[in-house]
């Protein structure tokens, strides 16, 4: 009988998505199958302490943040009660407190880490940088591809280079803002028109994000966004319908069949995309064969001008009144919750979520191995 691998689910983390994370991580933690893997939950809290044990995630949801959960928790994994205790202090339970030096001991007994890690310190290529020292395969980009796809302007820049269609955005710094406002704001209007779109440079799950129709709701943008990063990203707002699409692979990368987002507000923000459950999720997208071709095209291409591996849900911005199509951003970890389109894309392609797993889990093995024969 062929031994089952021991796969780690990290999760959790010291982002501002980390309810997102545990969400996102019920749905792998459920969705593995136990014929074939052994499965370890380890959990990060918000204090960045490692939790490797059964109740790992019970106990992460008991000290979540209720109202940034979104829908579809699910039951524990085990029946042992959480621990609400997550101060970060190490106390006397039964339940195993990896503390930081001592993470590669941990990892070190995995075949292969799945982290579902969303946002800073998981998703920007850091934890990926930890698990490339612990010498363990993990599914996903690696860590250029994680930090570019992280830092939406790299990410464009990256982008641009490769001649991809982009709307038009500027970059300001904290300290910018901070400093000269006025400048800041008088600049901004000088260049693009409202609306526009404000966005911290490193975030996602559109944390932090917001719409500005007019100079105070910029102001107030630029405020909220500077909250989050000392970089932040403006866009050039369009009458869009938003268009994604799924990409599965390592060096021949396919894309999923696009799907179409239609938000149950203005536009999808995080309470559209997580917690109302009234945005509608249309796969296949209602487009013509030709333009799904080239959502499919340009997807491959972003994911490959960062050098993308494993998985990335791609997003596009389709223009209501011309019908031009600009590519949005590029998630190298999307979410896996019972909502998120990553999923259910390649579902309608004829990838079950199970099947997807096992796809994942084999990419990061054929790329570890890629990476060590060289």
């Known amino acids: 009988m062929t031994p089952k691998l021991r796969v780690g689910v990290l999760f959790g983390g010291q982002s501002g998505e980390h309810e997102v994370s545990l969400v996102s991580a019920r749905a792998v933690l459920d969705g593995l199958d136990r014929t074939k893997y052994d499965v370890v939950p380890i959990g990060i809290t918000k204090h960045g302490h490692w939790i490797a044990a059964a109740d790992a995630h019970a106990r992460l949801i008991a000290a979540a943040d209720p109202a940034k959960l979104p829908g579809g928790i699910g039951t524990p994994i085990a029946d042992t009660a959480p621990t609400p205790d997550m101060t970060g202090q190490q106390t006397a339970t039964p339940f195993e407190m990896v503390t930081a030096d001592s993470h590669a001991s941990v990892l070190g007994a995995l075949d292969v880490?799945?982290?579902?890690?969303?946002?800073?310190?998981?998703?920007?290529?850091?934890?990926?940088?930890?698990?490339?020292?612990?010498?363990?395969?993990?599914?996903?980009?690696?860590?250029?591809?994680?930090?570019?796809?992280?830092?939406?302007?790299?990410?464009?820049?990256?982008?641009?280079?490769?001649?991809?269609?982009?709307?038009?955005?500027?970059?300001?710094?904290?300290?910018?803002?901070?400093?000269?406002?006025?400048?800041?704001?008088?600049?901004?209007?000088?260049?693009?028109?409202?609306?526009?779109?404000?966005?911290?440079?490193?975030?996602?799950?559109?944390?932090?994000?917001?719409?500005?129709?007019?100079?105070?709701?910029?102001?107030?943008?630029?405020?909220?966004?500077?909250?989050?990063?000392?970089?932040?990203?403006?866009?050039?707002?369009?009458?869009?319908?938003?268009?994604?699409?799924?990409?599965?692979?390592?060096?021949?990368p396919e894309a999923?069949?696009?799907?179409?987002?239609?938000?149950?507000?203005?536009?999808?923000?995080?309470?559209?995309?997580?917690?109302?459950?009234?945005?509608?999720?249309?796969?296949?997208?209602?487009?013509?064969?030709?333009?799904?071709?080239?959502?499919?095209?340009?997807?491959?291409?972003?994911?490959?001008?960062?050098?993308?591996?494993?998985?990335?849900?791609?997003?596009?911005?389709?223009?209501?009144?011309?019908?031009?199509?600009?590519l949005n951003e590029v998630n190298t970890m999307p979410g896996f919750t019972p909502v998120s389109m990553y999923a259910r894309m390649w579902e309608a392609s004829g990838l079950s979520y199970p099947e997807l797993l096992d796809r994942l889990i084999m990419l990061a093995l054929e790329r570890f191995t890629g990476q060590r024969s060289t």
């Open 256 to 326: 999923s069949v696009p799907g179409e987002v239609i938000p149950s507000g203005e536009w999808y923000d995080y309470e559209a995309k997580y917690l109302s459950g009234a945005s509608q999720i249309l796969i296949p997208a209602p487009i013509s064969l030709e333009l799904a071709a080239q959502v499919r095209t340009l997807a491959v291409q972003a994911f490959k001008a960062i050098d993308g591996a494993g998985l990335a849900r791609v997003d596009f911005l389709l223009h209501r009144d011309i019908g031009e199509l600009y």
């Open 113 to 252: 880490i799945f982290p579902v890690l969303h946002g800073p310190r998981g998703e920007d290529g850091t934890v990926q940088g930890l698990l490339e020292l612990a010498g363990v395969p993990y599914v996903g980009c690696g860590v250029m591809a994680s930090a570019v796809g992280m830092d939406k302007a790299m990410m464009k820049a990256a982008f641009a280079g490769a001649g991809l269609p982009l709307l038009p955005w500027l970059l300001i710094r904290r300290a910018e803002w901070e400093r000269e406002p006025a400048y800041v704001l008088d600049w901004i209007e000088s260049r693009l028109t409202y609306p526009v779109f404000v966005k911290p440079a490193n975030l996602g799950s559109s944390v932090g994000i917001s719409k500005a129709i007019d100079r105070a709701t910029l102001e107030h943008g630029l405020t909220e966004a500077a909250g989050y990063d000392r970089r932040i990203v403006v866009e050039q707002g369009i009458p869009a319908r938003e268009i994604e699409v799924s990409v599965l692979g390592n060096d021949a």
